[in-house]
């Protein structure tokens, strides 16, 4: 079975400090790694993606996330923050050697509030 | 621009009445999921559905039912509405052409009063 672990339920930062958003993930066989995005009382939006291939991902809105395997983890990163950025935020993971390949797991989300 | 709509922002509703959920999507993509988002417990899948007229049950589908009989449309149903089913709901889709991201709709919120 597959996991995701958020370990932060919230995360201030001050606005053009970097921030970090952290994920870790718990997985047989190799994962796609996912962040969305949620602005209060709206959809989920896709930020960035790992597949496979160079360990830093570049999104959007300037977010960027390591893929290490060895840490078994993918934290989101931002060299400096906005308080536009203000949202929750969640890491998701999907196993291509999973049973129900077809899902994601998604963490229980981390609110990242950029404070003026 | 790719796109998932929901019926509805925000619906109120009294216990015991039959509520429709529904989420179209316009990308072809073969996979539709509905999931349910309250405070403190994250996004938990309700029905996932791989194809037309399939679907399986996700991790909470207890008092809930879907139908799919088309590709681009996924209906959630609430056979008898209960105040404990307050909450967002929200409807996605994916494809393995795209690794199975997914894609949000904006959410329901619904209200069982």
């Given amino acids: ?107 229980s989300g981390t609110q990242l509030t950029v404070l003026p | 621009d790719v796109k998932v709509t929901q019926s509805s922002r925000y619906l109120v509703k009294r216990t015991g009445e039959k509520v429709f959920l529904e989420c179209v999507q316009d990308m072809d993509h073969e996979n539709m999921f509905w999931y349910r988002q309250d405070p403190g417990l994250g996004l938990r899948l309700i029905y996932f559905s791989y194809d037309v007229k399939m679907k399986e049950k996700g991790d909470i589908p207890e008092g809930y039912s879907v139908s799919r009989e088309k590709k681009e449309r996924f209906s959630l149903i609430l056979e008898s509405a209960s105040t404990n089913q307050t909450s967002m709901y929200l409807c996605a889709s994916s494809t393995v052409r795209l690794h199975y991201e997914q894609y949000f709709g904006p959410g329901t919120r619904l209200t069982v009063t």
Avoid: M
Wanted: net charge neutral.
């Fill in chain 1, 1 to 107: 079975a597959q996991s995701v672990a958020q370990p932060e339920d919230q995360v201030n930062v001050a606005e053009g400090n970097p921030l970090t958003v952290k994920c870790t993930y718990s997985v047989s066989g190799n994962p796609y790694l996912f962040w969305y995005v949620q602005y209060p009382n709206r959809g989920l939006q896709f930020l960035l993606k790992y597949i496979t291939g160079d360990n830093l991902v570049k999104g959007s809105y300037g977010f960027e996330a390591e893929f290490n395997k060895s840490q078994t983890s993918f934290h989101l990163k931002k060299p400096s923050a906005l308080v536009s950025d203000s949202a929750l935020y969640f890491c998701a993971i999907e196993s291509p050697s999973s049973g129900s390949a077809r899902q994601l797991t998604f963490g």
